[in-house]
């Protein structure tokens, strides 16, 4: 019997923190971030994490529990994810995935195997050095050759992942996007929800750019000072993310802090426009358009709520009583008998 499990996604800035509160609280819900950057401590402003005052009182898992200084991927995150879950299910309870990494998300719901694609230290420090010394264009570049498919889908910029793919070729003699192609197809083990929040374009790119200033506001120039302070530095896995990189450019003598923010706003653009492709190209997803619900987060909820009775994921409001629950609590009962 599949367990179940709902994932509210979509673009930055389309508002899945409110929404993701609400679906939680319906369904008797706990949520599980699949959000590359909210893992770390001292990395508020920059994430847009949720304050632990906005949660109502919903736990929240994978939120505050790495040092900047520690790597975050993908393996690591299916390996905490699935923890969760675990103890999620323990209580009777459903877990919701919210977030907006769509790669982090395609783990968990197709249970991607990665052991073919394990880090080899000495080639790794190979590749690092050689973007350290040439730039990520050209590591960028190896990858195109080897890769065009994963090159197409993966931003130069991010070199942890172009590594990843570089290393998975060079173990493997198969591109990783072939491997990830079949590993997607398979049929997802749970009882699945799969939303995708999203709003008109040109409203989104508005909020993104309210957004950053608002991260402008509220001290992200200062959170980036205290994290370089504390010996965050740029080759860092969590220095790597948007509103990190582009702040420590500015820091760094590199541009300057008008031009940082630019550059954030425009490439903040841009990760959302490849989340959207991302989510296009995803198996069994349920877009929800914002404007077709005339932007009201009830009549969104009362809709997604309706699509998770029709799976048998819940079957009433606020009550979760889907057919895994009630097995579990029978087989509680009879114990205590």
Known sequence: MKKPLIVLTG???AGKTSLSISLAKAVNGEIISAD???????MDIGSAKIRPEEMQGI?????????????FHIVRFQEMAKAAMETIYSMGKIPVLTGGTGFYIQAVT??????KARQEDDYRH?????????????????LK?????????IHAHNV????????????NGTPISEHNEKQKEQESPYNLAYFVLNLPRELLYQRIDQRVDKMMEDGLLEEVKALKKDGCRRGMVSMQGLGYKEILDYLDGVCSLDEAVRILKRDTRHFAKRQLT???????????????FHYKEDEILNYMLSVCREKGIFRRDGDNTDEYTERKNNISHERNI
């Open 278 to 292: 991302w989510f296009r190209r995803e198996r069994d997803v349920i877009w929800v358009n914002k404007d077709e």
């Open 160 to 171: 942890k992942r172009v590594i990843r793919a570089l290393e998975f070729y060079h173990q």
């Open 110 to 115: 197709r249970d991607i195997d990665f052991t």
């Open 59 to 71: 736990p929240h898992y994978l939120i505050d529990v790495l040092d900047p200084r520690e790597d």
């Open 36 to 42: 590359s950057m909210q893992v770390y401590r001292g």
């Open 145 to 153: 050759e080897k890769d065009p498919k994963s090159a197409e889908l």
């Open 11 to 13: 673009p930055t800035a």
């Open 126 to 142: 190979s590749l690092e050095e050689l973007a350290r010394e040439k730039g990520c264009e050209y590591l960028h570049d190896m």
